[in-house]
């Protein structure tokens, strides 16, 4: 089973208020992935860090999503200001690379 | 264009049957493959990974990899009730340093009741 925790599991926000959600990656693992997966089960991805380090992120996170990977603290998404496009289950993964990515469960929001 | 193509969009076989899952890559930097099952309501699990040509099996599943023509196939046999789930296949760039995962569309898997 993975051991890599998501907090909370379901999120309801208003269009324009913050969203912010939460990851504990498995230990060990330095590398931590965020993805988004929409209502048609399509992945995008958002961004990695590799012991705190944005290793890589796209635009749409650049510009609207906020996130880090502390040490010693949980990892964290939040985007600024929701819109409706954005509901989604958003997945934390952890990996030791090259290596398989491991999923938490995952938080689904809703931006109403 | 998607650079992760997986058919079919939906499969159904009666328990204990056999079913076959395709994946093609159009990025030939893509030289890594995973399949990843992910039941309702969870996140996806890694089921396998192949990263050379030929077959690689684990249990009931067996993955087959064609580097040449970038196809990746995954065939489950004796299918189980638990084995009904959303099934993709993912891929990356070796040398990347990060891992970062390309995924297709999945195929749902369900079995005839």
């Known amino acids: 089973n993975s051991k890599v925790i998501q907090t909370p599991r379901y999120l309801v926000k208003g269009q324009g208020q913050k969203a912010k959600m939460r990851c504990i990656p498995e230990?060990?693992?330095?590398?931590v992935f965020w993805y988004q997966q929409n209502k048609n089960n399509e992945f995008k991805f958002l961004i990695n860090?590799?012991?705190?380090?944005?290793?890589?992120q796209i635009d749409m996170t650049e510009k609207r999503f906020s996130a880090e990977c502390p040490s010693n603290s949980p990892c964290s998404l939040e985007i600024q200001s929701s819109e409706a496009g954005d509901s989604a289950l958003y997945l934390c993964a952890s990996s030791p690379p090259p290596e398989t990515l491991y999923f938490g469960s995952g938080t689904r929001l809703t931006v109403l | 264009q998607q650079k992760v193509q997986q058919s079919p969009e939906s499969l159904s076989v009666p328990e204990g049957g056999m079913a076959s899952l395709n994946c093609t890559s159009s990025?030939?930097?893509?030289?890594y493959f995973w399949w990843y099952r992910q039941h309702s309501g969870e996140g996806p699990k890694a089921l396998m990974s192949i990263f050379s040509d030929g077959d690689k099996k684990e249990g009931r599943f067996t993955a087959h990899l064609n580097k040449a023509s970038l196809h990746v196939s995954l065939h489950i046999r004796d299918s189980q009730p638990s084995d009904s789930a959303l099934y993709f296949c993912?891929?990356?760039?070796?040398?990347?340093?990060?891992?970062?995962?390309?995924f297709g569309k999945g195929t749902k898997f369900s079995l005839i009741p």
């Open positions: 860090f590799q012991n705190q380090e944005v290793l890589q």
């Open positions: 993912a891929a990356s760039e070796p040398g990347t340093g990060s891992n970062r995962l390309t």
């Open positions: 230990k060990g693992h330095p590398v």
């Open positions: 990025d030939r930097n893509f030289q």
